[in-house]
C-alpha cells in the first residue's frame, strides 16, 4: 500500500472505538514541506456507518503524495444525542492539530469533506468556529482551533427547521426518523435543538469556503437544503460554489465534479490558482427509472 496507516488514534482522551480517527500518510511526499490535511466525515443518517467508510478516498488522496488522507468516527444517535457529534467532530480536528508536528502536518490548511449525514457535520465545521456552545470539552487539546480551512459538503442537510424529506405529491413529510434519532425527537418539539444543529444558523463572513453538491432528484435530502446554505454564504460574502448534479440521486458519480473538488482543494489547501468551471455536472450514476 502506497501510504502509511495510523489506525484507532483516540482523539477525545477515551478507549470509545466510535471517537477515534484513522490517519494516512503517503509513503513518498511530493515535498518535505508540511502536509494539508484533508478530512473525511462519514454519512449514514448519523445511525449507521463509520470511518471505514472513508478509507478508500482518504488512502487515494494520499496515495497522491500532497495530502495527509483523515477518516474520522464519531458517535452515532443510539449512543448519544445532538450536539455529541459536532463536539466528537471539532475535537477530531483539535487533535489533528495537536499532532501535526509529529506527522509533520499543515495544521493552517485542513479540509473536511463528508456526504449526507457527513455533509451536514463538515458544514457545520465550516460555519461554526469560534461557537463556544458546539465545541465541547474533549480531548488534551482544548486550547487549540477546530476551524477547518474549505468544506466540500455532498448533499448534506443543511437547515433542520425545515423538512429533508417530502412525499411523492410534494408536502413535506411529517416525520424523519433520521433527524428525530439525531434530536430526540421531531422538528417542532426540538425547536431548539433543529435550530442549534442547523449550519444556516451559524454563517458568518468568516466562515470556511464551501463546495456543495447535490443531486437534483435527492428523494433523502431536500435540494432546497444545498439552496439554502449556498444562498446564505453567499449573502455573507463567503465563497459558495454550488454544484448540481443533473439527474442525481441521494449519491451520485461525476468525474467533472471529482475533478472540481480538487481544484478546489488545491486551491485552498495548496494555494494552486486554478479556474474552476460553474454549472451543474451530469450524474454518470443516474437515478433508476420506476
Known sequence: MPVEAHFDQPYAGNTNHKQMLDLYLPKQRKSDKPLPVIVYIHGGGWI????LGGAGGMIVAAAM????GVSVGYRLSNEAKWPAQIYDCKAAIRWIRGHAKEFNLDADHIGV???SAGGHLVSM???SGGVKELEGSLGEFTQLSSRVTCVINFCGPEDFTMPM???????PAEHDPAVEGLLGGDIISKHDAAVQASPVTYVTPDDAPMLTAQGTKDQRVSFKHAERIDAALRKAGVESRFIPVTNGGHGFKSKELDKRVFQFLDQHLRGIKTEIADGPV???MPVKKP
Open 165 to 171: 424529506m417530502f412525499n411523492k405529491d410534494g408536502t
Open 65 to 68: 503524495g500532497n495530502y495527509a
Open 125 to 127: 465545521l465550516g460555519t
Open 282 to 284: 451530469p450524474d454518470e
Open 113 to 115: 469533506w463528508g456526504t
Open 48 to 51: 449507521n456507518g463509520d470511518r
